[in-house]
């Protein structure tokens, strides 16, 4: 069944992909802004009106220039802009750390070290593609910034051990390995629509299930789980994204 | 505004620094609705920078700079999106659900019994309504999860995409039925 469903699937991304014909992200943009020379726009025009899937792009493009957090996206888009921009500014100016002793200071996350330049550099670069957009808006000259690649690099990540996929019953406990930072971890089981069913807390790498819950996994219905643990100060120091299982019908 | 950019002076930094965060904003919104986790939001957006300082080079101003970054974000969203495959047929099966049990139905059909994929896009043109027309490109198309096509493409009812979804299906097996009809009186 499960392979029928990814040849079918298979099938239909590549009828539905985008043709020979189709127009890339950059010129749907150039299109819409009505910036595409004559008689590229006017092929477009003409291709564009058909193609229901040069139509999807343009309206993603549309979605993504129109994009503003709504009510219940913006505490999380605040959140992730502080921690971004934190480490933009920490990485753009010395700090007293760096002053004193010329290097960078010891951190408590690896990922946070070793990301500064990366972000710093990729900021940095995006300032001057916004200059050099505004000086000159057509093919302007551009310096080569980095020869190097930064490398990105993932928050601490925390692998679980069950439940996960297909069971033949409903699990007892949720298990995951202990993170060597870790005071506590948070945990949640959710819905596929990530609705909350069940939430706790613990100082171990386990959890039992209380039975209220237990009697909520029902045969056929795939559920949601996840874990992230906290230092002492109750940040979040690694996590181990959304975990999905269901019971066997 | 130019002439102030060019001069590089404090204030021309300031603002574009401003303008930074604007554009930053947008792709962090876009990130977070394609995750809908602001953990996995926060590494797409800080991907989606570090691949634009790597692919500076391939900017040759042909477009806004927005358009350009939303191009990263795009390819970068589609691959985090690839990459979380697994978690995704959930909803695809309540749509399933939704639907007859009837193989006839199944959306492929569209594709297998039509003699072209220009005949099948054209019936897929014909039938659907524009909305359910970007829900089933981009479902079936791209995989993109429901939910996170739901929070694109910012639907308000209540079911979200899934409605339009099991509504496309629902209308391509009418049309499938309609057209083999007339095959067989043509045959």
């Known amino acids: 069944m499960a392979e029928a469903r990814s040849t079918e699937r298979s099938l239909l991304r590549k009828a539905l992909s985008p043709s020979r014909a189709c127009a890339s992200p950059i010129e749907l943009g150039s299109f819409a802004e009505g910036s595409l020379p004559h008689p590229a726009a006017a092929r477009l025009r003409d291709h564009v009106s058909g193609c229901a899937r040069c139509q999807t792009e343009l309206t993603l493009l549309t979605q993504f220039e129109n994009a503003a957090p709504g009510p219940d996206e913006e505490a999380a888009v605040r959140w992730i802009s502080a921690r971004l921009e934190r480490r933009f500014t920490d990485a753009a100016s010395p700090s007293p750390w760096r002053a004193r002793h010329g290097a960078a200071p010891p951190r408590r996350s690896a990922f946070t070290a070793l990301n500064l330049g990366g972000f710093a550099l990729a900021a940095a670069t995006l300032v001057a593609a916004v200059a050099i957009g505004l000086r000159e808006s057509r093919a302007p000259e551009l310096a080569q910034l980095s020869p190097a690649a930064p490398t990105v690099l993932r928050s601490a990540r925390i692998t679980t051990l069950s439940p996960a996929g297909d069971l033949d019953a409903a699990p007892g406990e949720l298990r995951w390995e202990p993170q060597p930072e870790a005071a506590s971890y948070s945990v949640q089981v959710m819905e596929v629509d990530h609705a909350e069913l069940w939430g706790a807390e613990t100082r171990d790498a386990s959890i039992v299930l209380p039975p209220a819950l237990r009697a909520r996994i029902v045969p056929g219905k795939p559920l949601l789980w996840e874990v992230v643990a906290r230092d002492a100060a109750g940040r979040a120091v690694a996590w181990s994204g959304k975990q999905r299982f269901r019971i066997r019908r | ?187």
Not at chain 2, 8 to 37: M, N, P
Not at chain 2, 47 to 63: E, I, N, T, W
Request: charged fraction near 30%; include cysteine.
């Open chain 2, 1 to 187: 505004m130019s002439n102030h950019l060019a001069a590089g002076g404090g204030g021309a930094s300031i603002w574009l620094q401003e303008l930074f965060r604007r554009h930053y904003k947008k792709v962090v919104t876009w990130c977070l609705r394609v995750a809908g986790d602001r953990e996995e939001a926060h590494d797409l957006a800080q991907a989606v920078f570090v691949k634009a300082q790597r692919h500076l080079g391939a900017f040759r101003g042909d477009s806004k700079v927005s358009t350009w970054l939303y191009s990263i974000t795009r390819s970068e969203c589609l691959n985090y999106l690839k990459s979380r495959s697994s978690l995704n047929d959930a909803l695809e099966d309540d749509v399933a659900e939704a639907l007859p049990d009837d193989p006839e139905s199944r959306p492929e059909r569209v594709f297998e019994l039509h003699s072209s994929v220009q005949a099948a896009r054209a019936l897929l043109d014909r039938e659907l309504t524009d909305v359910e027309k970007r829900v089933f490109i981009l479902h079936y198309g791209d995989d993109v999860p429901l939910l996170t096509i739901t929070r694109l493409l910012g639907l308000q009812n209540p079911s979200g995409a899934k409605a339009y979804l099991v509504s496309a299906r629902r209308k391509l097996a009418r049309a499938l039925r309609r057209w083999r009809a007339s095959e067989r009186l043509t045959a």
